[in-house]
C-alpha cells in the first residue's frame, strides 16, 4: 500500500472509533481542505480539528469506503457516511480526495 493509501485507511479507521486526537494527527500541521468547487473551508489543524470536534463528541457516525484509487501522491475515496442527528439516521455518498504532503495528508477535497 502507497503511503496516502496508509494514510487514507488509518484517517478511516480513527474517524470511525470516534479518535479525534489520532484522525487529526494523520494530517498535516497546514492541512488545506476543500469543497467541490476548490473553495478552502478549512485551514491548518486547529480549524481542521474545530470543523470535526462537535461531531466526535456527539458520536454516532461512521463511514466505509467502497473503492478506493491512488494514483502518485494522490487517492480518491468513494466513501459511503452516516450520522443520527435526533435519533434519525442520515447517510450519503462522497468522493474524497487526498494528496499527500511531508508524510501527512496535506490536502483533502469533499466532491460531492
Known sequence: MSPIET????QLT?????DLDAFVACY?????VLDADGKVTA???EEFRSRYEGMFARGN?????EQ???HGDHCVDLEHWHR???GEEVNGTVL?????????????QFLK
Open 84 to 86: 443520527f442527528r435526533e
Open 43 to 45: 485551514k491548518g489543524h
Open 7 to 10: 494514510l487514507a485507511e488509518k
Open 61 to 65: 457516525f461512521g463511514a466505509r469506503v
Open 14 to 18: 480513527a474517524y470511525n472509533n470516534h
Open 68 to 70: 478506493r484509487l491512488q
Open 96 to 108: 474524497v480526495r487526498y494528496r499527500l504532503r511531508d508524510g501527512l495528508i496535506g490536502t483533502v
Open 28 to 32: 498535516h500541521e497546514e492541512v488545506v
